[in-house]
């Protein structure tokens, strides 16, 4: 921790010179809380299975300027999702490169580099920049706020439909181990729709960068955003990310991280369900093996009465891997007829694999419906055995019923030719095919 | 069939007996006006020594409990439950006080007739002819066990039934030998004070083989003021051995909170079984919150032997705080675990309980059920640990967490922790909250039954797969205390 | 015996009867037809006070007595019991303690003492039999895990023990085969004494095969548009109720 103050001390005018004012004007804050609550504490009850100071302990290098365009990354990495029509963007090492063959994208929309959009629109800038991220004194969040110098914004000005989906790109990696931090802002304003996807990837199979990400959402009332992450990285990256979602009445969102290789993955939702009758589904899965760790903390906060959550988490270990879930869900007294669901289910593999699952309901209202689940188990050997019986080897018995078992986080995607292209790469994984990232990249 | 029917009717009887005792308040709140011998305020190193002085205990035991109390003064009160408490002075508690009577207490036989009649009044009678058939009773008040019924018959079959300070005396080999063997005095911070300053409580010892045929049971009663009740319970079921155990307890109605912190140590060894039940109904404070027990208790107990089996039931209505976790350590290969309960909440009643299932044998299997009722403006929640150790082969877990909630300002919280380290183990765990139905209520107004009196039905048809766990008597009790924990929660 | 005056009742704000008037007197059977949504299910639950619903105007008297006023369980000690159209389930409650518990509300409120477990076990196994009611059923919880039809018998069964004065049966033959049908229709009838009243609420004439109404009653758009003897509830089976409907638009034109 110390090394990184003093990094920030020694380093700041560099770091400032590059970045818009209203960019900097939240770090003295963020150092301020970052020297005062330092990483987050491990064990703690909300960090029970990361420990970020352990996971950061090591010298790593900054990018404290922005990349020359050394490489074209359209011919570089050629995504074979179909059908998508996207808005294509990369975000290398956390600084979101100059795209000029996109096609004109609707009046009043913004979709680019957040230093940019904090030049251009500081007003807008300040009014949502932070602002969930910072509302509780984090210290992952504090230690991004920090050094972060680039990022995506998405803005949606009002009803306002982006039809094309916007695939953002991540590629972060290098020769020697380095840090990253970005940003990510999506603003839709009242009635305004939008998709995103982000694919996440290490530049090659031996780079082992560590990523701190921050997305900042806010849904207006009726807007519907759907945001799906699709992570395929390098067996000794680190990724640690912070995501803050605000619904106003009566939106609509879509959230499903899809981890399907990584080292260590921690990922936060804190989503506040702030206007009546606004609705979220939280879906994810992990495919983690050899010694991948995927930890996800979720907290959703049913503020307003009518609101509905639905949480869906699988995760399938094998080998040494280290599965946690912790999800909570919290009623405030007057959310009445909330209707909040939660499930986590977890296939275990082998032997050393280890599964830590915390569900969690505080609930202070009565008029509720609220439940959540929680199963780690294997394989169902019944099942297994009637496929035989049919002349189904085991392997491919087991194939199915793993793919089988991904199959409702999938079915909750929204993007037919993302699905499709995941339904693909999931069948590779399981079947050790996905050496790299091959679609995407 | 017609027999169902009837004995159905039996307990129902009772059930309707509750709805006339739903206007009163709690029921156990009266002082027994007798002569307490109180040692000391405060805790330090001579009041320890005091304490063991007292009851006359062997220097072993002593060095036990300087040992704790030398660990405690390392610990800070733990802050991690979803409680809200007031910080307890530890200086101001009295740590021994006993019921002075003419006898000392080594004589059980002759008993202080003013205690007779506390305990009478509680509905546990003591006097040799009117004691209850089928069950033996060890009755506790304050800092010492006052009688023990029918340790004469049960010794016959070489059964020890007695208070912990006989037992220190009399059998000082097997109290040394369990004594701390599955709390630790350095498990947590209550373990930790309540085995440095301990006054009494049971020692049950089943002997190979032997089904102990009746019930056995311990009545604790807290009556003087100003004092703490910590109390320690160890029951051994050695092979084949089979026991099944109850204990209950009340205290007067008193504006200052008092403390309860309790140890019980269940050792069971191979294929014997411990069923142990409890009705918690401490005072639990009045309507506004004045006043209520403390109740901070380890309950563990370790399956030791294979295919052994430990299983806990409790109601817990009472206490204006609780914190407990009943807990099994599934060490044998084959053995079971099992964790039943009912926690009401009403007023300002605040609870936290719920179980550990720690799973390290082969083929091990545990079930959970647990209801949360909650009512006024309570808090309560449901928290519990499953852990899948590595060896734990084809290891089983299935647990169910219900919260009903009967008012917009209380709470029902859940917090299970699930640890699997092992792939061929299945754990399960659901959990539902929902309000109390509208249209039940509605169905059972239009049979003519009252909204309060539905309240009643309602909750102890929610409660039944709990409260059918309890052996009968004290299911009817249970029963009672739900309707009256419930009362004015609806309207 | 009830009597009904300009009854309008709400739910939700939205009105649903709109100046409903009925006479039923004692000895009699009413029969209340209508398709649906003309607020005949709405009408029962008013009458027994389901909170759901919101009197607006009107008045209703049962014995001379306002009832409007009266809590739940009040009209049901009073003589007043509905066959719920969907019957609840209670889990956990058995059926034994929940009439039990019923019964014994009723006799308190007549200034009669609580039965004995046997006098109430023998009072069960006599009113078992009006509607052939399993045994085992009584040994359950609350309508948990019932039939259809078991749930409809359940309610007969119930009706049995309480001996109301008025019986409301709310689309009590909706779910029913032909001899589930039969055999409610014959507890019913063997129920009935000539100092009480029955109201038939129904959507088909079939139920009517089995309990003769004496008056028949068609109820639309929240009022009653036509009355008549048992001949109209078999005009309606073979002619529907458009012609009625149409009728009541024209004169309400």
């Known amino acids: 921790m110390q090394q990184y103050i003093d990094f920030f001390r020694t380093h700041r005018q560099q770091i400032d010179e590059s970045c818009a004012p209203a960019l900097n004007s939240f770090r003295e804050k963020a150092f301020d809380v970052f020297r005062k609550t330092g990483f987050p504490p491990c064990p703690s009850e909300d960090y029970l299975h990361t420990d970020v100071a352990a996971l950061l302990k090591d010298d790593f290098g900054f990018f404290l300027n922005p990349p020359g365009r050394t490489v074209d990354p359209h011919k570089a990495f050629r995504c074979n999702v179909v059908n998508l029509n996207a808005i294509k963007h990369f975000i290398v090492n956390g600084y979101l490169l100059e795209t000029k063959d996109n096609a004109p994208l609707p009046q009043g929309v913004f979709s680019g580099s957040l230093h940019v959009f904090a030049r251009q629109h500081p007003e807008l800038f300040l009014k949502y920049y932070n602002r969930l991220a910072g509302q509780e004194e984090d210290g992952l969040a504090a230690f991004n706020t920090l050094f972060v110098q680039d990022g995506y914004v998405l803005y949606v000005p009002e009803h306002v439909i982006l039809e094309n989906t916007v695939q953002l790109t991540g590629i972060s990696g290098g020769s020697s181990r380095s840090l990253i931090n970005r940003r990510i802002l999506v603003i839709l304003e009242a009635g305004a729709q939008a998709k995103l996807l982000l694919c996440d990837h290490t530049s090659d199979e031996k780079s082992a960068p560590a990523v701190t990400q921050v997305v900042e959402v806010y849904a207006g009332e009726n807007a519907h955003l759907d945001f799906y992450e699709l992570e395929e990285s390098a067996p000794e990256a680190v990724r640690l990310t912070g995501n803050y979602i605000r619904q106003a009445a009566a939106s609509r969102m879509i959230t499903n991280s899809i981890t399907l290789s990584n080292g260590f993955t921690r990922n936060n939702y804190r989503i506040d369900l702030a206007g009546r009758q606004a609705e979220t589904r939280l879906y994810g899965m992990a495919i983690a093996d050899a010694r991948q760790k995927i930890d996800t903390f979720t907290r959703i906060n049913h503020l307003v009465p009518e609101c509905r959550s639905s949480e869906l988490f699988k995760y399938i270990l094998d080998d040494e891997a280290t599965g946690a879930f912790c999800g909570k869900i919290i009623v405030s007294p007057d959310a009445q007829r909330t209707e909040a669901y939660q499930n986590n289910r977890n296939l275990l593999g082998s032997r050393n694999c280890r599964m830590y699952s915390k569900p969690q309901l505080e609930i202070y209202a009565d008029d509720v419906k609220c439940s959540h689940g929680m199963t780690t188990g294997q394989l169902d050997e019944a099942a297994l055995f009637y496929m035989r019986s049919r002349g189904i080897p085991a392997d491919e018995a087991a194939l199915l019923l793993k793919f089988a078992f991904t199959s409702d986080v999938i079915q909750g995607i929204r993007l037919e030719g993302l699905r499709d292209r995941l339904k693909l790469l999931i069948e590779k994984r399981f079947r050790g095919e996905l050496i790299k990232c091959q679609g995407c990249i | 069939m017609q027999i169902e029917t009837e004995k159905q009717i039996m307990s129902d009887e009772t059930n309707n007996l509750l709805n006339e005792l739903t206007n009163k308040d709690y029921a156990y709140g009266f002082v027994t006006d007798i002569k307490t011998d109180f040692i000391p305020k405060g805790l330090n190193e001579e009041i320890v020594r005091l304490i063991s002085a007292k009851k006359d205990e062997p220097e072993w035991l002593l060095d036990f409990r300087l040992k704790a109390y030398r660990y405690w003064l390392t610990l800070r009160m733990p802050e991690w439950a979803h409680l809200d408490i007031p910080s307890i002075n530890y200086q101001d508690i009295i740590y021994y006080a006993s019921p002075k009577t003419k006898e000392t207490s080594r004589h059980p036989d002759e008993v202080d007739p003013e205690l007779l009649k506390t305990f009478d009044k509680l509905g546990i009678p003591l006097h040799e002819q009117k004691m209850l058939s089928g069950m033996a009773i060890d009755a506790v008040m304050d800092s010492v066990s006052v009688k023990t019924t029918y340790k004469e018959n049960l010794a016959e079959k070489g059964i020890i039934f007695c208070s912990f300070s006989e037992a220190v005396h009399d059998h000082p080999d097997l109290v040394k030998k369990y004594l701390g063997s599955v709390v630790s005095y350095r498990d947590n911070f209550f373990a930790a004070l309540n085995s440095a300053v301990f006054s009494d409580g049971s020692f049950v010892f089943i002997p190979k083989g032997v089904r102990c045929p009746m019930d056995l049971s311990t009545y604790f009663r807290i009556n003087a003021r100003n004092t703490g009740q910590f109390e320690r319970t160890l029951i051994v079921a050695e092979e084949d051995a089979y026991v099944s155990y109850l204990e209950g307890c009340t205290a007067p109605m008193r504006d200052e909170n008092q403390l309860h912190a309790a140890i019980v140590e269940i050792v069971v060894l191979d294929r014997a079984e411990v069923k142990y039940s409890t009705v918690q109904n401490w005072y639990p404070g009045d309507k506004n919150g004045k006043g209520g027990i403390y109740n901070f208790v380890t309950k563990r107990g370790i399956c030791k032997g294979e295919s052994s089996k430990i299983s806990w039931t409790q109601v817990e209505t009472g206490s204006a705080v609780t914190w407990k976790y009943p807990s099994c350590i599934l060490a044998g290969d084959n053995s079971i675990g099992e964790f039943y309960s009912v926690a009401v909440t009403n007023h300002f009643q605040q609870a936290d309980t719920g179980t550990k299932m720690i799973h390290i044998g082969k083929n091990t299997r545990s079930r959970i059920v647990s209801k949360g009722i909650s009512a006024g403006k309570s808090q309560n929640s449901y928290r519990g640990l499953v852990r899948i150790n590595k060896g734990a082969e084809n290891a089983r877990n299935h647990s169910q967490c219900d919260s009903l909630l009967l008012s917009n300002t209380c709470g029902a919280h859940t917090f299970p922790y699930m640890d699997v380290q092992n792939e061929t183990a299945i754990v399960e765990h659901e959990a539902t909250t929902s309000k109390i139905s509208e249209d039940q209520l509605f169905y059972c107004n239009q049979r003519g039954i009252p909204t309060e009196e539905a309240v009643g039905l309602i909750v102890n048809g929610y409660a039944k797969e709990v409260l059918n766990k309890l052996p009968m008597e004290f299911a009817v009790e249970a029963q009672k205390l739900l309707s009256v924990s419930l009362e004015g929660s609806v309207g | ?253």
């Not at chain 3, 009413?30 to 105007?57: C, D, Q, W, Y």
């Not at chain 3, 058995?94 to 006098?119: I, Q, W």
């Not at chain 3, 049966?169 to 055999?183: C, F, N, P, V, Y």
Request: glycine fraction near 10%; charge should be negative.
């Open chain 3, 1 to 253: 015996m009830l009597t009904i005056k300009d009854l309008h009742a709400s739910i939700n704000g939205k009105e649903i009867l709109k100046g409903l008037n009925l006479q039923v007197n004692a000895g009699e059977v009413h029969a209340i037809m209508g398709p649906n949504g003309s607020g005949k299910s709405t009408l029962s639950a008013v009458l027994v006070g389901n909170p759901a619903f919101e009197v607006t105007r009107g008045e209703i008297t049962f014995k001379g007595e306002p009832l409007t006023e009266c809590s739940p369980e009040e009209r049901s000690c009073r003589g007043i019991f509905l066959s719920f159209q969907y019957p609840v389930e209670i889990p956990g409650v058995s059926m034994v303690n929940f009439m039990r518990t019923a019964v014994n509300e009723h006799r308190k409120r007549k200034g009669e003492t609580p039965l004995t477990a046997g006098e109430f076990l023998k009072m069960m196994r006599e009113k078992q039999s009006v509607v052939e009611l399993d045994k085992n059923l009584v040994n359950r919880s609350v309508n948990e895990g019932f039939s259809g039809g078991e749930k409809k018998r359940n309610e007969i069964f119930q009706m049995a023990m309480l001996e109301p004065e008025l019986a409301i049966l709310d689309e009590t033959d909706s779910g029913l085969d032909i001899d589930a049908l039969r055999i409610v229709a014959n507890g019913v009838n063997h129920l009935k004494r000539p100092g009480n009243a029955t109201i038939v609420i129904t959507h088909y004439q079939r139920l009517l095969d089995y309990i003769r109404p004496d008056v028949v009653h068609v109820l639309y758009n929240g009022r009653i548009v036509k009355t008549g003897g048992p001949e109209l509830a078999l005009e309606l089976e073979s002619k529907g109720y458009d012609w009625l409907t149409k009728e009541s638009t024209c004169s309400n034109t």
